[in-house]
């Protein structure tokens, strides 16, 4: 038997002193040489184990084979039957923790690199196919009609799914582009939007049409919805709404939310100022509070912006931080300062309401909270100032109530998040089901396509009578 090679093939990325003063992509994919030495490490195991960790359930080893195999049209047709937004999914999910983790390699030491192989695929396609050219075959019609809130992940994936299955799918989207937050919060060196937008365009070539500028619950209520046709209704509006420390001195200027700043920075485009001219603080000392995803986009992009010193204060330690792992490692060769066990007190102004600086508490870790994770504890008599002129506050976002609040009988928790069967996405609400971050709060992009296609096959059924 022919000896294991446990050493995962390397990406090249930018070198962090360049990528910190741009926006542009920091890793930089696979070559096909690079694609074929990683494919070649997969043991083509019959357990499959890492279908089982992926939560649309991608046949890994087959699209790992024909790229193997040099037969890349096969590779994009094994990846999109199951997952119509490979090219996002190859770049953000967390396949440490699901597909990755599950991998039979990852028993001895490195798995495959699953993710760094399915945007090869995807970028591929872009690149030689065209992302829209090559799609299924329509499906015969069922003259049924169906209403998509939101077009995230959840949306798109729902949507995706029950066109293939011949429904007539219509999302609804508030903002001015599709995408949810991989359009308005992940910034372009990250994901490029014309990446998302590519694979935004293959949902609508499936015959999904999509129809901007609409926030539902302001133009038409649910109900009215169904009134006007629509045999179904799926909701995925996400956690758009940003939770605060809740001091009255957060009230100061040059203090965002992440969702605020991110959004002028990437969906507005502040980064391309002078071409865009949405205003943007530029701090010069910047304090980002929070340990996830949003807190390290938004750090190294007003790194990016041109900020001399970024922080990053959050209050448990890098064990608990639950950005991914290679996200923290990118910021952290990129210069942000970590201020771990650091809590924010107060926010300090000066005379014109502008926010200077930031007394902060030294935090130990005590007991697990009900999350699993250490408590942190104040330290008495640790307080300690930092001279800060701009401030992100990253400490997680919750749905906004806006569709909760028109739609009777719809059932929500004390946290804002729609009430919907795990199995089948269902809410108590007839003809309605809901999945993504409106369900289970600010979550990911996988689990929210995962609940999108789980809502599609119940919805199908349903419509099938
Ligand atoms: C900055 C940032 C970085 C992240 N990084 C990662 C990462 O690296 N990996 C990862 O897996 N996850 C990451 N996440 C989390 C991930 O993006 C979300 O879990 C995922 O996008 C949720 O998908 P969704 O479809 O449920 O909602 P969303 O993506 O939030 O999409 C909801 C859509 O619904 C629209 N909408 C809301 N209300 C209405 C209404 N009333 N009418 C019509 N439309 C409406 C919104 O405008 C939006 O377009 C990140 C999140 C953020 C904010």
Redesign the pocket.
Known sequence: MAKLNLNRVAMSRQAPKKRAKNFNEVALGYSWEQAQEEASRCIQCPKRNCVEGCPVEVDIPDFIKAIREDDMPEAVRILKSKNALPGI?G????QETQCEATCTLAKKEAPIAIGRLERFVADWERANMGATKKRPKSPKSTDKKIAV?????????AAAELARLGHGVTI????H???????????EF??PKEIVQAEVDYVASLGVKIELD??????ATLDEIVAQGYDAIFL?????LPMFMGYPSENLNGIYS??EF?TRV?LMKAYLFPDYDTPVKIGKQVAVIGG???A???ARCALRLGADKVYIVYRRSEAEMP??RE?VENAMEEGIEFKLLTNPKKFLGNEQNWVVGMECHEMELGEPDESGRRRPVVKEGSEFTIDVDEVIV?LG?R??P??ASTTPGLDTTKWGTVVADEATGKTVKDRVWA??????G????????G??KVAAADMDRFLRG
Do not use: H
């Open positions: 999914c770049r953000v999910c967390p809130v939101g077009s995230g992940p959840a949306g798109l994936t609804f989207e508030a903002l582009v599709a995408g949810g937050v991989l359009m308005y919060g992940i910034p990250r994901l609409s926030v539902v619950g302001k133009l995925g509006t996400g956690a758009g992440a969702n991110l990437n996830g995803n949003v390290m986009d938004s950005a991914r996200e990253a976002t749905p906004n806006l569709i999945g993504g971050d409106i369900v289970t600010a979550a990911t992009v996988i689990s929210a396509m609940a999108g």
